[in-house]
């Protein structure tokens, strides 16, 4: 039968010729779509020929940087001629993805071209270009945002429905969270557990540890640690005490000056159990609570107080790559601001400005005009601060620096935590976070910073919650959502890894670089490999550069096309970190330094005694153990305890019973006839020497022989039998 002919043979063909139309149109598009990326980024110069400002801008990428180059980038030399190959644009990968070398831009194209940073890979300065920047002002609802996307979300862990609606007009399929989504936008920090068994395409909208700025208590510990290694610097909050730790402390500063406190739960939220007070005595010693210096003289609009919102998106902890919203919220108390008093110290409509607490005030105004309202746009305190001569550009530089101060007081836990949840995350970043930074503005225009909420609130009650977080959450999913990352080649890729270690060890194939190096405690090992079946069917063996060509992931250019695709899709959003002003950077690099965290921490009170109370608790657990221990040891020495009469008795009859049933080994003719014979042997020995005898000879001399005795001794009686003279015998 002609197999060709069959239903099934031709069916099968179809099918096939079908699936090759579809691998051929999806690279269609991500080829497309990564072409966008790519000419955003410009190769300009190697770093042996860089100007001042480039090696400034580099300088201050290297903290975090450095490490990131190699982590990104783990076959070191192979990596590098990667990176040397894409330059003459032979290598296949570099072709397939359509990664075209722009040359050296000229001066002329350089004026036309806004430059907004560098990355360095591999010791290669990559220039970012921002192609799609869009102004600050502008609203870009009316956009289209996606040609196609075959990404997919879960939202079913966050209450905003907002979430899911927009991801749905992105283009995003919801999916639940057992299927194998690309993002996953929860409200709470999800567990380690999560983060671990994440794969190389998906990405989740928290950063493992960022606990440590988003807990009033933790950030309070993280900035004083930081005000005591950069006093200048870091006076960004207010002064702040832990308590009941920094109780003394705190007594003593409100002995020496006169002072209005804030007291906060230390994990509270919404205004909570907050109040005033100008008495710390009235506070218990045992209390956990924050106690900071009141700013009594806050920037007033219209006779109130408020504070603002702003909305910061972190897509990367190493390198720190940090933006923040333009837009944004200035929440306002409900009644006219007064210096606190014993008398108005209760008032909490004067005092604070969460949205949560004023609500509740008749006063609240829902006015959807952009000067009026208890809830207004950034951008018209913007306009109300020109207006009056403030000046704006550097009001929100020093907001940005407040939030990368912050951020940085957590980097190296950040970094930490990361590299430990994600060590296999080499082509995009794991994580991203919309953080919302509470800034409180005095009357001098400085802000400080009050708290960081990991899950800013997405309620849309009101026009302006709505004009602002749309627009936000559009701009944060599309600059977060590459086309790098390609769920099913990364999938195929990690099948592919998972055979090639598991068929190792049948020397199938060669390996042909491995590149081990460390990385923060973190080992990561890289193969590149390749397999003799590509080799086959008469073609050449390829030369190592192709191996490497042809090699898996890491790619060394995904950190590039990853910060390529975030400049060219900015949206609403502007960079903080790296800065755009090249003399910052230098500045920031110094904040990178705190390294030994835990010498760090002891300084500070409140770690002091922590570590105290740690340290009594290792001490008592250590002895409650050695105890065990020793209490385990002597009941083993102790001696067995005597058994009963009967159970000893059994046992022995046991043994008796063992030994008449035994039954002897085999012995072989020839060991029996040379026993026989030594016992000959003997027995004549006996007789000659007439041993026998003269024992008993000696035992009659002795007195030692009765008549009895006869009977006892058979064979004494015998020789009384035989005649024998036993008295002559000896
Ligand atoms: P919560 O997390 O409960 O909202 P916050 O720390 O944000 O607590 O404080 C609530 C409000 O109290 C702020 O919105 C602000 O108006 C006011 N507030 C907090 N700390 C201070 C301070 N040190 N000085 C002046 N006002 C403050």
Same mark, same amino acid.
């Given at each position: 039968?002609?197999?060709?002919?069959?239903?099934?043979?031709?069916?099968?063909?179809?099918?096939?010729?079908?699936?090759?139309?579809?691998?051929?149109?999806?690279?269609?598009?991500?080829?497309?779509?990564?072409?966008?990326?790519?000419?955003?980024?410009?190769?300009?110069?190697?770093?042996?020929?860089?100007?001042?400002?480039?090696?400034?801008?580099?300088?201050?990428?290297?903290?975090?940087?450095?490490?990131?180059?190699?982590?990104?980038?783990?076959?070191?030399?192979?990596?590098?001629?990667?990176?040397?190959?894409?330059?003459?644009?032979?290598?296949?990968?570099?072709?397939?993805?359509?990664?075209?070398?722009?040359?050296?831009?000229?001066?002329?194209?350089?004026?036309?071209?806004?430059?907004?940073?560098?990355?360095?890979?591999?010791?290669?300065?990559?220039?970012?270009?921002?192609?799609?920047?869009?102004?600050?002002?502008?609203?870009?609802?009316?956009?289209?945002?996606?040609?196609?996307?075959?990404?997919?979300?879960?939202?079913?862990?966050?209450?905003?429905?907002?979430?899911?609606?927009?991801?749905?007009?992105?283009?995003?399929?919801?999916?639940?969270?057992?299927?194998?989504?690309?993002?996953?936008?929860?409200?709470?920090?999800?567990?380690?557990?999560?983060?671990?068994?994440?794969?190389?395409?998906?990405?989740?909208?928290?950063?493992?540890?960022?606990?440590?700025?988003?807990?009033?208590?933790?950030?309070?510990?993280?900035?004083?640690?930081?005000?005591?290694?950069?006093?200048?610097?870091?006076?960004?909050?207010?002064?702040?005490?832990?308590?009941?730790?920094?109780?003394?402390?705190?007594?003593?500063?409100?002995?020496?000056?006169?002072?209005?406190?804030?007291?906060?739960?230390?994990?509270?939220?919404?205004?909570?159990?907050?109040?005033?007070?100008?008495?710390?005595?009235?506070?218990?010693?045992?209390?956990?609570?924050?106690?900071?210096?009141?700013?009594?003289?806050?920037?007033?609009?219209?006779?109130?107080?408020?504070?603002?919102?702003?909305?910061?998106?972190?897509?990367?902890?190493?390198?720190?790559?940090?933006?923040?919203?333009?837009?944004?919220?200035?929440?306002?108390?409900?009644?006219?601001?007064?210096?606190?008093?014993?008398?108005?110290?209760?008032?909490?409509?004067?005092?604070?400005?969460?949205?949560?607490?004023?609500?509740?005030?008749?006063?609240?105004?829902?006015?959807?005009?952009?000067?009026?309202?208890?809830?207004?746009?950034?951008?018209?305190?913007?306009?109300?601060?020109?207006?009056?001569?403030?000046?704006?550009?550097?009001?929100?530089?020093?907001?940005?620096?407040?939030?990368?101060?912050?951020?940085?007081?957590?980097?190296?836990?950040?970094?930490?935590?990361?590299?430990?949840?994600?060590?296999?995350?080499?082509?995009?970043?794991?994580?991203?976070?919309?953080?919302?930074?509470?800034?409180?503005?005095?009357?001098?225009?400085?802000?400080?910073?009050?708290?960081?909420?990991?899950?800013?609130?997405?309620?849309?009650?009101?026009?302006?919650?709505?004009?602002?977080?749309?627009?936000?959450?559009?701009?944060?999913?599309?600059? +977060? *959502?590459?086309?790098?990352?390609?769920?099913?080649?990364?999938? &195929? %890729? #990690?099948?592919? =890894?998972?055979?090639?270690?598991?068929?190792?060890?049948?020397?199938?194939?060669?390996?042909?670089?491995?590149?081990?190096?460390?990385?923060?405690?973190?080992?990561?090992?890289?193969?590149?490999?390749?397999?003799?079946?590509?080799?086959?069917?008469?073609?050449?063996?390829?030369?190592?550069?192709?191996?490497?060509?042809?090699?898996?992931?890491?790619?060394?250019?995904?950190?590039?096309?990853?910060?390529?695709?975030?400049?060219?899709?900015?949206?609403?959003?502007?960079?903080?970190?790296?800065?755009?002003?090249?003399?910052?950077?230098?500045?920031?690099?110094?904040?990178?330094?705190?390294?030994?965290? +835990? *010498?760090?921490?002891?300084?500070?009170?409140?770690?002091?005694? &922590? %570590? #105290?109370?740690? =340290?009594?608790?290792?001490?008592?657990?250590?002895?409650?153990?050695?105890?065990?221990?020793?209490?385990?040891?002597?009941?083993?020495?102790?001696?067995?305890?005597?058994?009963?009469?009967?159970?000893?008795?059994?046992?022995?009859?046991?043994?008796?019973?063992?030994?008449?049933?035994?039954?002897?080994?085999?012995?072989?003719?020839?060991?029996?006839?040379?026993?026989?014979?030594?016992?000959?042997?003997?027995?004549?020995?006996?007789?000659?020497?007439?041993?026998?005898?003269?024992?008993?000879?000696?035992?009659?001399?002795?007195?030692?022989?009765?008549?009895?005795?006869?009977?006892?001794?058979?064979?004494?009686?015998?020789?009384?039998?035989?005649?024998?003279?036993?008295?002559?015998?000896?």
């Amino acid at each position: 039968m002609n197999l060709k002919n069959s239903k099934f043979y031709k069916r099968i063909q179809t099918l096939r010729h079908f699936s090759k139309e579809k691998i051929l149109k999806e690279r269609t598009i991500r080829t497309m779509a990564l072409r966008g990326v790519e000419m955003a980024l410009s190769e300009s110069q190697c770093n042996h020929d860089v100007d001042a400002a480039s090696v400034a801008a580099a300088s201050a990428w290297s903290p975090p940087l450095s490490s990131t180059s190699r982590r990104k980038s783990p076959a070191g030399g192979a990596a590098k001629s990667k990176m040397i190959k894409k330059k003459t644009d032979t290598s296949p990968r570099t072709r397939e993805k359509g990664f075209k070398p722009v040359q050296p831009a000229s001066d002329e194209d350089n004026d036309g071209a806004e430059v907004n940073g560098y990355i360095e890979l591999n010791k290669c300065r990559y220039r970012v270009a921002c192609s799609g920047r869009v102004d600050a002002t502008t609203s870009r609802a009316a956009e289209p945002l996606f040609v196609e996307s075959k990404s997919t979300i879960c939202v079913s862990n966050s209450r905003y429905a907002m979430i899911g609606r927009i991801s749905r007009l992105l283009g995003y399929k919801l999916v639940k969270e057992s299927k194998l989504w690309n993002i996953l936008w929860s409200d709470s920090f999800p567990g380690v557990e999560l983060f671990k068994n994440m794969k190389r395409f998906q990405q989740i909208n928290h950063f493992p540890g960022m606990i440590e700025i988003c807990r009033k208590d933790l950030l309070s510990r993280n900035l004083n640690r930081m005000l005591k290694l950069y006093p200048h610097d870091y006076k960004i909050f207010p002064k702040t005490w832990m308590l009941p730790a920094d109780y003394g402390d705190a007594m003593h500063y409100a002995l020496n000056h006169k002072h209005t406190f804030i007291l906060k739960p230390d994990s509270g939220a919404q205004g909570r159990g907050i109040w005033l007070t100008n008495d710390l005595k009235t506070i218990g010693a045992n209390e956990r609570l924050i106690c900071q210096t009141y700013v009594y003289r806050p920037l007033l609009i219209d006779g109130y107080k408020f504070d603002l919102r702003v909305y910061t998106l972190i897509t990367s902890v190493d390198p720190l790559r940090i933006y923040v919203y333009n837009e944004g919220l200035a929440r306002f108390a409900t009644n006219k601001y007064v210096e606190p008093t014993p008398g108005n110290a209760n008032d909490l409509y004067m005092h604070l400005t969460n949205y949560s607490v004023n609500k509740r005030n008749s006063q609240y105004d829902l006015c959807d005009n952009d000067d009026c309202g208890s809830k207004r746009k950034l951008s018209a305190i913007n306009n109300w601060m020109t207006r009056h001569n403030y000046d704006v550009a550097e009001f929100w530089s020093n907001v940005d620096d407040v939030i990368i101060k912050t951020v940085l007081s957590a980097w190296p836990v950040l970094k930490h935590n990361y590299h430990a949840c994600f060590p296999g995350h080499d082509t995009i970043q794991a994580c991203f976070e919309i953080l919302g930074f509470d800034i409180l503005v005095d009357w001098k225009l400085k802000p400080y910073i009050l708290e960081v909420n990991h899950s800013p609130s997405f309620h849309t009650n009101e026009q302006v919650d709505r004009e602002v977080k749309r627009p936000l959450i559009r701009d944060t999913l599309t600059l +977060v *959502s590459t086309v790098l990352a390609d769920k099913k080649q990364i999938l &195929r %890729e #990690d099948r592919k =890894r998972v055979k090639q270690r598991l068929l190792k060890s049948k020397g199938d194939r060669q390996v042909t670089a491995i590149n081990a190096f460390c990385h923060d405690h973190h080992i990561i090992i890289y193969y590149s490999v390749l397999r003799p079946r590509q080799v086959a069917g008469g073609a050449k063996p390829p030369t190592n550069e192709t191996n490497v060509a042809t090699a898996p992931k890491p790619e060394a250019g995904s950190l590039a096309q990853q910060v390529a695709w975030e400049e060219s899709h900015l949206g609403n959003f502007r960079r903080i970190m790296p800065p755009q002003d090249a003399s910052r950077i230098s500045y920031y690099s110094k904040f990178y330094a705190q390294s030994n965290q +835990v *010498s760090i921490f002891q300084e500070t009170a409140a770690s002091k005694k &922590r %570590e #105290d109370l740690a =340290r009594k608790m290792r001490l008592q657990i250590e002895e409650k153990r050695a105890k065990a221990e020793q209490m385990l040891l002597a009941s083993t020495k102790r001696k067995r305890p005597i058994q009963p009469r009967s159970v000893r008795e059994k046992h022995r009859q046991y043994m008796y019973r063992l030994k008449e049933n035994w039954i002897p080994g085999f012995v072989s003719e020839a060991e029996e006839r040379l026993r026989h014979t030594w016992q000959q042997m003997r027995s004549e020995a006996i007789k000659n020497l007439k041993i026998t005898e003269n024992i008993y000879a000696l035992l009659y001399e002795l007195g030692h022989l009765s008549n009895t005795d006869i009977t006892v001794f058979p064979s004494l009686y015998h020789c009384l039998q035989i005649g024998y003279d036993i008295k002559g015998a000896t």
